[in-house]
């Protein structure tokens, strides 16, 4: 079965770049969610998109921003990036009401 | 305040032992729903199962079981005959409402499971 897919799996950045984070969900899955895991904790929600609109907003910081495009891919975009978002960012998918979401296999970015 | 608590940081546990790995929630909602996630130290969020607040049976996947516990506001996940690759961390976490897109999950701390031979 197809999975969500994630690229890159690993991103190396400087302090002060940009980065572009891409997720491709589950097919006919309609709703993206962007997580943030930090090292040794928890994913925490960043952002959501259902139908290409964003739905729900969660601790992103406004250096960041994330959209939903036309075939349902969504990408998180990054700028002036800090030592502290170095992290796994996760994009899970999913349909309906209640639904399961599905995680992709995670972008790991590394800021020195 | 933390509405998923995991309070059990690390277990050990012998190979094809049964472990229970506690997790408690806290939830003014009716709706919403609980989910197991296992993360090996390839770092992918791999699902392990759900159980509705509305479902009245505990979920089962395989060796994977849920007691849920609604009064005690409680969802212990059950793993029976354990093996050397349960080792992972294992996160819980529950998902609040049923606006479509406004469903995100709140994840517990984890708790690190070890399988020794």
């Known amino acids: ?112 | 305040a933390q509405k998923i608590t995991q309070t059990q940081p690390g277990m050990f546990v012998q190979e094809k032992e049964a472990v229970t790995l506690d997790c408690t929630y806290d939830t003014s909602d009716q709706s919403y729903g609980l989910f197991w996630y296992k993360q090996p130290s390839s770092g992918e969020m791999i699902f392990l199962i759900y159980q509705g607040s509305y479902d009245e049976q505990n979920a089962t996947e395989g060796r994977y079981s849920l007691n849920f516990q609604k009064a005690r506001k409680s969802a212990n996940l059950v793993i029976s005959a354990s093996q050397l690759g349960d080792s992972a961390m294992y996160f819980c976490a529950m998902r609040e409402g049923l606006i479509q897109g406004a469903q995100k999950l709140v994840f517990g701390q984890g708790t690190r499971l070890t399988i020794n031979p």
């Not at chain 1, 962007?34 to 992103?60: N, V």
Request: glycine share 8%; proline share 7%; charged share 20%.
């Open chain 1, 1 to 112: 079965a197809a999975g969500v897919i994630q690229s890159p799996r690993h991103l190396i950045k400087e302090k002060r770049e940009t980065a572009t984070l891409k997720c491709y969900p589950i097919p006919r899955h309609d709703t993206v969610y962007w997580y943030q895991q930090g090292p040794g904790q928890d994913p925490q929600f960043l952002i959501s998109f259902y139908e290409k609109m964003q739905s729900d907003k969660g601790s992103i910081p406004d250096r960041f921003s994330a959209q939903q495009f036309s075939d349902y891919h969504s990408e998180l975009n990054m700028s002036s990036l800090e030592l502290g978002d170095s992290a796994l960012y996760f994009c899970a998918s999913s349909s309906g009401t209640p639904a399961e979401q599905y995680f992709g296999p995670g972008t790991r970015l590394t800021v020195t």
